[in-house]
């Protein structure tokens, strides 16, 4: 079972660039999420999307953005990567209304902006 | 702003023994508790949740929740060294999805 995909592993990437970090599950969840991870900051939520069509700001929405064009696929774009977005980033879905259901997690995707 | 507060550790417990997790958090209107565990470069993985007050087990964990103290905190029985991870407490607040909010986590480290 596949769950959730995401997609790089890793990179590394140029202050400056852009980067889209991919997203894709099988579940046929409303709702997806996408999270950076830091030392010493534990998890924060960037955007989220209730289903799709829809999206909302999390914590840290600043330097990021997302759409949902369809139920599967959650995409996180960096337009112009700063170093401070170095982080391991997880994307999530939730089958449960209002977010209270469970999480599923993808693999997660680590970025390193120089 | 939701906080959600855990002692980072490191927690060392005998392997055997019971190892105990505590997390407080801030927002009285939360709904939902969870318990994640995340080994070093994984992804987390939920081990637990608890809606009402009271305990509720599942194997060799026990979740516990009081609201009125705002506390939630999850027992390991008979403690193996493959227990060893960080683990995340993560609370729901309602009102939307707007996900859930982390604590920054505990290590634990069960001594063979």
């Known amino acids: 079972t596949a769950g959730i995909t995401q997609a790089p592993t890793s990179q590394i990437l140029a202050a400056g660039r852009s980067m889209t970090l991919r997203c894709t599950q099988d579940?046929?969840?409303?709702?997806m999420y996408w999270y950076r991870q830091d030392l010493g900051l534990g998890l924060r939520l960037i955007h989220y999307?209730?289903?799709?069509?829809?999206?909302g700001k999390g914590e840290v929405p600043d330097g990021y953005s997302v759409s949902r064009a369809n139920t599967d696929d959650f995409p996180l774009t960096l337009a112009s990567a700063v170093p401070s977005q170095t982080s391991v980033y997880f994307c999530?879905?939730?089958?449960?209304?209002?977010?209270?259901?469970?999480?599923?997690f993808g693999e997660g995707s680590r970025l390193t902006v120089l | 702003q939701k906080e959600v507060e855990q002692n980072s550790g490191p927690l060392s417990v005998p392997e055997g023994a019971i190892a105990s997790l505590n997390c407080t958090y801030s927002?009285?209107?939360?709904?939902?508790f969870f318990w994640y565990r995340q080994y070093s470069g994984k992804s987390p993985e939920l081990i637990m949740f608890?809606?009402?007050?009271g305990d509720k087990e599942d194997g060799r964990f026990t979740a516990q929740l009081n609201k009125a103290s705002q506390y939630v905190s999850l027992l390991i029985r008979d403690s193996q060294p493959s227990d060893s991870a960080t683990y995340l407490c993560a609370v729901h607040s309602g009102g939307g999805a707007d996900g859930l909010t982390f604590g920054k986590g505990t290590h634990l480290i069960i001594q063979p």
């Open positions: 579940m046929r969840h409303n709702a």
């Open positions: 927002d009285r209107g939360s709904q939902s």
């Open positions: 999307s209730n289903t799709a069509g829809t999206t």
């Open positions: 608890i809606y009402s007050n």
């Open positions: 999530a879905s939730s089958s449960g209304t209002g977010g209270a259901g469970e999480l599923f």
